[in-house]
């Protein structure tokens, strides 16, 4: 109730101010994140793991990093994610078979969750039977354990996305910097 009080006593032009610094934050981090993409030449450097299928190598709330150079042949063994057409979500699975074929050598591959029995066929689209690299987002090069855990509670609960976001805000726009 206090923080309403703050945020009512603020006269207009603190009040565009505050908001002004929230919108620089929130600038900011999207130009980092786009960066990072850049450098990795992946669209999403960062992602974490949803599932059990890669345990014991990654588990549920780890965040993994990744990298997509150009030049580097997927090879297997590599532990890659990748993104179906048609879904949103992309999974982290391991490269069980690679090839090249043409004479632009398009690569393709197979992959398979550690902790699967079958490989991942039954994932891709009908009728297709490998992932094309540009499918491939990127291999994983890092990963830090169960810190993604907040990202699947509030992909798990909607409700406490709306409120975390709704409390950064509004601490954002009541919290002044001492003149």
Known sequence: MESFKALA??????LAQQILNVFMVVTSAVMLWKGLGLVTNTESPIVV???????PAFFRGDILF??????DPITTGDIVVFKIKGQDIPIVHRVVRAHTKGSDETQSVLTKGDNNKVDDRGLYPRGQLWI???EILGKVIGLVPWAGFMTIAMNDYPS???ALVGILG???LVSREDE
């Open 132 to 134: 094309s690299r540009k």
């Open 49 to 55: 793991v949803l599932s059990g299928s890669m345990e």
């Open 160 to 162: 406490l996305k709306v």
């Open 9 to 14: 006593r603020m006269n207009p032009r603190q």
């Open 66 to 71: 990744l990298n997509n150079p150009a030049t």
């Open 170 to 172: 509004l601490i954002a």
